[in-house]
């Protein structure tokens, strides 16, 4: 079997698994990441969104392989000396998670768009969050934490 | 008071651990030495089982065991039951046949169990299971409810005679029948409910531990209500006495009902751990959640209301066909009864009410309950009839519900619920301001020089939460009750632990239990934690589902406080020496009252655990328990305001505005009440818009995939307005109704009345959800032909 190795939050890591391994279960299994979640089969739900080089990915729709010697963060390194994120705080703030299944990918790919647009309006807010599934909120507080928590990004 | 109280909007106590990754859910659970469980599912709907070859999935490396319903047969077990009776029409009881957790003779939906892998990896598992050929003698199929109800069906139980589990009805039919033929007008309607998928985002998964040196099992499970997994896996289905079964449901990342049920692979994985010695998990993938977990809805309804000539209702009239699957799940039997038919007068003062339900197998996954279970199926049949009775009589949708609204409290429905507050005109009144309903026909005309359909529609619906007092079950036939434990440690220090049966799995209870505790004991939310979800924390537990949290969960913890509170003053007055009698407990301190004479919450709590000065009479410690059965349900009730732009050239339906009016009871923290309701009304306009379960007539899953069932996503829904006008239940001590269910049972007739406005010009009659573009548009086009 192949021995993987990536930088994951920060940390050098190497693991020997199956070369079939999708990246989201060398992260749960193999690194003991479990923040990262599974939600289905089918790379629809967004449970699984994890940072790579800096850009949000499904971690179930992509190899481990292919993330060998990449840049990698998990919702385990999204907080910093015990700070929560602004992102974080953001959701905390404006209730935007409830059962928190969901929540760690929602952050995520949330932190994605406020990179790159630190003032989203409603529907982009809505349309980049179009792939990820969310049964509990209704999106409603989601929305109004990422528009929050990209504005505190920027500042 | 403390300002972490009752009333106060604080941040929740369990927000940190879920945002850092740290949250603690069964699939995130693994034991030294574990094996990995796949399921092997029939693919045909009906079928008897010839044979099953397991010996070339055993042959495959990694591969320990692979298991059949055989197998399990022989161990003697008890079926998976079903926990509520149903009395027929003609006193009999139910048909209930047999719930094998793995199928040994025959299988009866897609997504049966016939066996199980076990093996040392999941890849191992899930390759070998494809091995396992099963030889099946296939029998007619019944994959939908028409089918089963056709004349000379095949049977799906041949002790079903024509599919019928049940036969039941509810209120007076004599009475009914001579009020319809009374009437000066009879509006009838046929309804579909369609079948729903309830897609919590977590899918379900279990894992089981086997002690062989104490004979203690520990089952850690995705479930709403754990101990009620262990009484049912324990006593009726494996024989485990209750002290060597611990039953543990960690962070569990939503239910909506679809984590209710006892479930076979809860059976599986606990039966495997002991025989082979070794801890066994299981997971699900996203398939088997479509497959195998508990479906709900899907009725056919023909609803009659008589009137006179002035709008007045007079009777109403329903029959139902309810579909239950293939087999009787936990609370099936429930729902288009106790949870549906008692709901049948809505907020309405109709004297004379009738319904009767014929429950009805399918070869299809289970049918259970979802998010508001049995009550959405009666507040959208109820709505859509007054709807459609307003447009026939050409009176005002909103003035009819007004004429007919129930305005003396308690009042007794003709369906065996007594109401015990409300105030209906109040929440339409204040919906109808918050969608601007007075300017509706400007806007509507502004769309039509456009090209496109206004629409405007209401529901003022009314629900039974806080399931479910014994006193009114009982009387109906069921042979549980669903009261709840509470229980209140303080710790000698004065800091708290609350443990409840209660379960939650997204409603917050960590930080609104911590609230309710915070209120009465008068020291901050901070100091006080909740432990929920482990049968060998607290004593006992019914859980979570039914809106029943804080209303039956709540008050069993105030009870629990009540006695803390009143031990507490022995103590006290001990302390000060004063009789008991004279100390009041206010802002956290015990006081002789009309004194200055006080001791804090703390220095009681120390006394009580430091007893070297201490009453003779009485136990040290101060550690409470409660239970609390309901006097009654408790009756939330609103107006939602729905207002639609469809284009009538593609059938897409626009939601412009979700108004919202509501009367949940007393708010104990109301940003997560805010966000219950949005959860909620998500979960209506799925099911209003987008979402429908369906099975082919061979009861092969059509949308078992998030590809083929349409999930709400962020993009589907606006922001919701919501306002709020609280009435408090009579009959509990916190004045609390529940607020969960409440968008999916008030939200949808509201989204297809505002449809039917809108198309009404074209002279549509009905439309069934989900009111897909194009239903919208063969609708406009059926219409025009």
Known sequence: MPVISMTVNGTERSAEVEGRTLLVHYLRDALGLTGTHVGCDTSQCGACVVHVDGRSVKSCTMLAAEAEDAQVTTIEGVATNGELHPMQAAFKEHHGLQCGFCTPGVVLGAIDLANRN????????????????CRCTGYHNIVKAVQAGANAMGG | MSSTGIGAALKRKEDDRFLTGKGRYTDDINRPGQLHAHIVRSNVAHARIRGIDTSAALATPGVVAVLTGQDMAEEGFGSLPCGWLITNKDGSSMVEPPHAPIAADAVRYVGDAVAVVLAETREQAQAAAHLVAADYEELPPLGTLEQALAP??????????????????IGDRAATDAAFEAADHVVSLDVRNQRLIPNAIEPRAALAEYDAASGDYTLYTTSQNPHLIRLLLGAFVMGIPEHQLRVVAPDVGGGFGSKIPHYPEEVIVTWASKRLGRPVKWTAERSESFLADTHGRDHITHIELALD????????????????????????????????GTLFAGPYATPAVYGDVQAIFTNTAPLDALRGAGRPEASFMIERLVDTAARELGMDPVEIRRKNFIREFPYQTPVALQYDTGDYDATLDMALD????????????????????????????????????SAVVGSLGARAALYESGQIRVHPTGSVTVFTGSHSHGQGHETTFAQVASEYLGIDADQIDVVHGDSAKSSFGMGTYGSRSIAVGGSAIVLALNKVIEKGKKIAAHLLEASADDV????????????????????????????????????????????YDPKNFTYPAGTHAVEVEIDPETGHVELVRVACADDVGRVINPMIVDGQLHGGLAHGIGQALLEHGQYDEYGQLLTGSYLDYAMPRADNLPFFTLGMHNTDCTHNPLGVKGVGEVGSIGVPPAVINAIVDALSEYGVRHIDMPATPERVWRAIRDAQA
């Open chain 1, 118 to 133: 630190t003032d989203p309006s409603e529907q982009e807010v809505r349309e980049w969050l179009e792939g990820n599934l």
């Open chain 2, 434 to 469: 918050l969608a601007e309903h007075s300017t509706f026909e400007e806007r509507r005309a502004e769309a039509k020089a456009r090209g496109k359909l206004r629409g405007f529609g209401v529901s003022t619906f009314l629900e039974a939460c806080g399931i479910a007092p």
């Open chain 2, 309 to 340: 000539t002035e709008g007045t209702f007079l009777g109403m009239r329903v029959n139902t066909k309810a579909n239950l699957g293939a087999y009787l799940s936990t609370f099936s039997t429930a729902v288009p009864t106790y949870l549906y």
């Open chain 2, 584 to 627: 009041v407990f206010e802002d956290g301190a015990f006081t002789v009252a009309g004194t200055d004479r006080s001791k804090s919450f703390g220095e009681v709590a120390l006394a009580a655990y430091v007893p070297h000065d201490y009453p003779e009479d009485l136990e040290p410690g101060l550690d409470e328990t409660a239970f």
């Open chain 2, 152 to 169: 000379g069906a095949p049977l799906v139980w041949s002790e079903a005679e024509g599919n019928v589990c049940f036969d039941w009805e």
